[in-house]
C-alpha cells in the first residue's frame, strides 16, 4: 500500500509537471505570436514610407502625415495660371494672351529645355503641345548681354516669323528670305537652324522681319533671340527646338490670341 500511494503521489506530481509545462509552452507561443505581428506591422510601414517617398512622397506619420497632405492639397496647380510660373512673370504676361509658349531650362548653367504651349480658354489655361528644346549653350541670365551665350529670362510677344524656307499655313506675318541663311563658317549642323525662326521681342521693334537689325535697348544688349530649328546641342541665346514643334507652332500662333513667351530656367521661372 505504501508503494502504491508512493506511486500516485509521484504520478500525480509529474502530471501537476506536464501540465505547467505545457501551460508555459502556449504562454510563451502566443508571446512569440504578438512579437512577430508588431514586428510584421513595423516592417510594412517602414515599406510603405520607403514607397511614398520614392513615389516623391512623404514618409511623415501621424500629424505629420496630415499636414503634409494639407500642404499637398494646397499647392494643386491653379489652372488660371501658366504652370510653373512664379508671380513676377506670372504677372508680366500680357492679359490679352491667349496662346503662351512656356520654355522651361533644366537649369541656370544648361542648355537643355523643354518647350510647352499652353492655349487659354475662358479664365483657364490648358496644355496643348511639348517638345524638347535647347537654349542659350551657357544657360541663362535675367541680363542678357552681346556674346554671352546665355538667354534672357523673362516674358516677351511673338509677333513674327520668317526663314529660309516658305511657311504657307503659318498665321504670323512670315519673311521668306534666303538672307536667313547661316553663314558657310557656322558647322554644318547649323545649316537648317533658321529654315523657320520665330522671332522673340527682346530688344526688337516690333512688327518687323526677324532680320531687322534695329536693338532700341543698344547694341550691347544684343538681340536677334529667336524660337528656330534645333541641331541637337545649346545656341547663341535663341531657343530650338524640333522641326515638328517649329511647324506646328507656325500654324498655330495667331496674332489675334496675341502670342507670348515665358523663359527662362525652371528656378528662374517659379521665382515668388
Same mark, same amino acid.
Given at each position: 500500500?505504501?508503494?502504491?500511494?508512493?506511486?500516485?503521489?509521484?504520478?500525480?506530481?509529474? /502530471?501537476?509537471?506536464?501540465?505547467?509545462?505545457?501551460?508555459?509552452?502556449?504562454?510563451?507561443?502566443?508571446?512569440?505570436?504578438?512579437?512577430?505581428?508588431?514586428?510584421?506591422?513595423?516592417?510594412?510601414?517602414?515599406?510603405?514610407?520607403?514607397?511614398?517617398? #520614392?513615389?516623391?512622397?512623404?514618409?511623415?506619420?501621424?500629424?505629420?502625415?496630415?499636414?503634409?497632405?494639407?500642404?499637398? !492639397?494646397?499647392?494643386?496647380?491653379?489652372?488660371?495660371?501658366?504652370?510653373?510660373?512664379? /508671380?513676377?512673370?506670372?504677372?508680366?504676361? $500680357?492679359?490679352?494672351?491667349?496662346?503662351?509658349?512656356?520654355?522651361?531650362?533644366?537649369?541656370?548653367?544648361?542648355?537643355?529645355?523643354?518647350?510647352?504651349?499652353?492655349?487659354?480658354?475662358?479664365?483657364?489655361?490648358?496644355?496643348?503641345?511639348?517638345?524638347?528644346?535647347?537654349?542659350?549653350?551657357?544657360?541663362?541670365?535675367? *541680363?542678357?548681354?552681346?556674346?554671352?551665350?546665355?538667354? $534672357?529670362?523673362?516674358?516677351?510677344?511673338?509677333?513674327?516669323?520668317?526663314?529660309?524656307?516658305?511657311?504657307?499655313?503659318?498665321?504670323?506675318?512670315?519673311?521668306?528670305?534666303?538672307?536667313?541663311?547661316?553663314? !558657310?563658317?557656322?558647322?554644318?549642323?547649323?545649316?537648317?537652324?533658321?529654315?523657320?525662326?520665330?522671332?522673340?521681342?527682346?530688344?526688337?521693334?516690333?512688327?518687323?522681319?526677324?532680320?531687322?537689325?534695329?536693338? $532700341?535697348?543698344?547694341?550691347?544688349?544684343?538681340?536677334?533671340?529667336?524660337?528656330?530649328? *534645333?541641331?541637337?546641342?545649346?545656341?547663341?541665346?535663341?531657343?530650338?527646338?524640333?522641326?515638328?514643334?517649329?511647324?506646328?507652332?507656325?500654324?498655330?500662333? /495667331?496674332?489675334?490670341?496675341?502670342?507670348?513667351?515665358?523663359?527662362? *530656367?525652371?528656378?528662374?521661372?517659379? #521665382?515668388?
Amino acid at each position: 500500500m505504501r508503494d502504491m500511494r508512493g506511486s500516485g503521489v509521484r504520478g500525480a506530481a509529474r /502530471d501537476g509537471r506536464a501540465v505547467s509545462a505545457r501551460t508555459r509552452a502556449r504562454t510563451t507561443t502566443r508571446a512569440a505570436a504578438r512579437t512577430a505581428k508588431t514586428a510584421a506591422a513595423g516592417a510594412t510601414a517602414a515599406v510603405l514610407a520607403v514607397t511614398l517617398a #520614392a513615389c516623391g512622397g512623404s514618409a511623415a506619420t501621424g500629424k505629420d502625415a496630415g499636414k503634409a497632405r494639407g500642404d499637398s !492639397s494646397a499647392r494643386k496647380q491653379d489652372p488660371t495660371r501658366v504652370p510653373g510660373v512664379g /508671380d513676377p512673370l506670372q504677372q508680366r504676361i $500680357p492679359r490679352d494672351a491667349r496662346q503662351v509658349v512656356a520654355v522651361y531650362g533644366q537649369g541656370e548653367n544648361s542648355a537643355d529645355a523643354t518647350v510647352r504651349l499652353y492655349t487659354k480658354r475662358g479664365p483657364n489655361w490648358h496644355k496643348d503641345r511639348s517638345w524638347p528644346a535647347h537654349n542659350g549653350r551657357k544657360g541663362w541670365t535675367p *541680363d542678357h548681354e552681346e556674346g554671352d551665350k546665355r538667354s $534672357p529670362v523673362g516674358v516677351f510677344t511673338l509677333s513674327d516669323a520668317g526663314g529660309v524656307l516658305p511657311a504657307p499655313d503659318a498665321k504670323l506675318p512670315y519673311t521668306n528670305s534666303a538672307d536667313f541663311t547661316p553663314p !558657310s563658317y557656322w558647322p554644318k549642323k547649323t545649316r537648317h537652324d533658321f529654315d523657320h525662326v520665330i522671332a522673340v521681342n527682346y530688344n526688337r521693334v516690333k512688327g518687323t522681319s526677324p532680320l531687322d537689325p534695329t536693338r $532700341p535697348q543698344g547694341q550691347s544688349k544684343g538681340g536677334s533671340i529667336w524660337l528656330h530649328m *534645333d541641331h541637337g546641342s545649346g545656341t547663341s541665346g535663341c531657343v530650338s527646338l524640333p522641326k515638328s514643334g517649329m511647324e506646328y507652332l507656325l500654324r498655330t500662333l /495667331d496674332p489675334d490670341k496675341q502670342p507670348a513667351v515665358v523663359m527662362g *530656367d525652371k528656378a528662374a521661372l517659379a #521665382a515668388r
